[in-house]
C-alpha cells in the first residue's frame, strides 16, 4: 500500500477510535431515585433516624410477639395470626398517625414563616439570611430544620443545594411551594416577592381554618368507625378465653368465618376512610 494510503486508512481509524470512545466517556445524566412510600411516610412524620427497613423490622417483631402471646394465652393458632397481624400493623399505622399530627401542626405555623420571611425581606435581607433567621425567630417546630439550612449554607454557599435539602428535611407540601417560590425569586430576581409572600400567608391562613372546622366536624364519625371495626375483634379476644370458642375457630369452618370478617371489616373501613377523606396536599415539587 502506498504511504497516502496508509496515512489515509491510519486516520479513519484514529478517527473511528476517538467516535467509539467519546461516545462510551459521554457524560450521562443520573436520575435521583424518588424515595419510596414508606421512606416518604417517615420523613413527613418527621422520623428522619428511622428508614424503611427498620420500620419492616419493627413490624416483624411487634407481630411475633402478639403472636406468641397470643398463642401462650389461647393455645389457638387462627386466632393468634389474626392478632399477630395486627400487632405488625400497628407501627405503621402510629408512624401515619404521626405524619398527619406533624402536617395539621404545621399547617398552623406555616403562615407565620411567611410573614417572617415577608418582613425579613422588606428589611432588606437577603434570602439566604432570612431563612437563615428563622432558626432563632421562626416557630419552635420548624427551628431545627432551618438551622441545617443555615449550617449548610455556610458550609457550601450553594443556595440551591441548601433549598433542596431543606425541602427533604420538611417534608411537606406547603414547605415545597415556599421554598420553590424563593428559589425564582433568588434565580429570576423581581420586586414583588413581598406582595407574592403576603398573599401566600392570607390564602394559607384561610386554608387552615377551612380544613380545621371540616376536620373537626369529621372526628367524630371516624372514631366511631375504629370503634365499630375493632369492637367485634375485642369481643372474639374476650371470648377466647372459654374452651369452646377456641375448638370452634380451631375448625375449617371458624378460620374462614375469622378470614371473612377480617376482609369485611377491612373493606368497610377503607370504604369510609375513603368517603370522608379530605382532599390532602401532594408533594409534587420534589
Known amino acids: 500500500m502506498s504511504a497516502p494510503g496508509g496515512l489515509l486508512g491510519l486516520a479513519l481509524g484514529v478517527g473511528l477510535l476517538l467516535v467509539w470512545r467519546s461516545g462510551r466517556r ?3 445524566r443520573r436520575t435521583e431515585r ?3 412510600r414508606r421512606q416518604q411516610l417517615l420523613s413527613s412524620a418527621g422520623l428522619t433516624g428511622i428508614n424503611p427497613a427498620q420500620l419492616v423490622a419493627l413490624q ?4 411475633l410477639t402478639a403472636l406468641v402471646l397470643v398463642l401462650v394465652t389461647t393455645r389457638t393458632v387462627t386466632i393468634s395470626l389474626v392478632f399477630g397481624g395486627f400487632g405488625s400493623a400497628v407501627p405503621y399505622l402510629l408512624v401515619r398517625r404521626l405524619s398527619a399530627r406533624r402536617r395539621a401542626d404545621l399547617r398552623e405555623v406555616w403562615p407565620e414563616v411567611v410573614d417572617n420571611l415577608a418582613s425579613a425581606v422588606r428589611a432588606g435581607l437577603s434570602l439566604p439570611e432570612a431563612l437563615a433567621a428563622l432558626a432563632v425567630r421562626g416557630p419552635e417546630v420548624l427551628r431545627g430544620a432551618f438551622a441545617r439550612f443555615a449550617a449548610d449554607h455556610r458550609s457550601t454557599g450553594r443556595f440551591s443545594d441548601s433549598l433542596d435539602r431543606l425541602k427533604d428535611d420538611l417534608a411537606d407540601p406547603v414547605g415545597d411551594r415556599i421554598v420553590e ?4 425569586a433568588r434565580e429570576v430576581g423581581g420586586s414583588d416577592l413581598g406582595r407574592v409572600l403576603r398573599a401566600l400567608a392570607v390564602f394559607l391562613r384561610e386554608d387552615a381554618r377551612a380544613r380545621a372546622e371540616l376536620e373537626t366536624r369529621q372526628g367524630w364519625v371516624v372514631q366511631a368507625a375504629r370503634l365499630a371495626v375493632a369492637a367485634p375483634w375485642v369481643v372474639l379476644l374476650l371470648l377466647a378465653t372459654q374452651q369452646q370458642t377456641l375448638a370452634a375457630y380451631d375448625s375449617a369452618v371458624g378460620t374462614a368465618l375469622l378470614i371473612g370478617g377480617g376482609v369485611l371489616c377491612f373493606l368497610a373501613y377503607r370504604l369510609m376512610l375513603r368517603i370522608g377523606r379530605l382532599p390532602q396536599d401532594v408533594r409534587v415539587l420534589q
Open 34 to 36: 424518588r424515595p419510596g
Open 26 to 28: 459521554a457524560p450521562q
Open 60 to 63: 416483624v417483631a411487634l407481630g
Open 181 to 184: 417560590t424563593l428559589r425564582v
